[in-house]
């Protein structure tokens, strides 16, 4: 089982990017995906969930600026980020839990990604 993180970058303030999580090894269709991020020195901090049935989630600090999504013919999860500010430079990590709720903390996810660093300029 494997979740493969993508599409981080360096971005000037006000940008934006797409990071994408493909799951492998099996479905996933039935789990609740999530975005966390850490920054240097700090610990990891949910970013935004989905669930199964499709209920969304976000910190207060990213709403209105990020957007997740899911394809569950792809097996994949996207966060769209826009509007992106120097406080989102962190590295970002999909995660995933068998269970409709979604969680904030990140030893409630079983399977991770590796991680994909953003960098937002100012």
């Known amino acids: 089982v494997q979740l493969q993180a993508s599409g981080g970058g360096l971005v000037q303030a006000g940008g934006s990017l797409r990071l994408s999580c493909a799951a492998s090894g099996r479905t996933f269709s039935r789990s609740s995906m999530a975005w966390f991020r850490q920054a240097p020195g700090k610990e990891r901090e949910f970013v935004s969930g989905i669930s199964w049935a499709g209920g969304t989630y976000y910190v207060d600090s990213v709403e209105g600026r990020f957007t997740i999504s899911r394809d569950n013919a792809k097996n994949t999860v996207y966060l769209q980020m826009n509007s992106l500010k120097p406080e989102d430079t962190a590295v970002y990590y999909c995660?995933?839990?068998?269970?409709?709720?979604?969680?904030?903390?990140?030893?409630?996810?079983?399977?991770w990604g590796q991680g994909t660093l953003v960098t937002v300029s100012s």
């Open positions: 995660a995933a839990r068998d269970s409709i709720v979604i969680l904030r903390t990140p030893s409630s996810y079983t399977y």
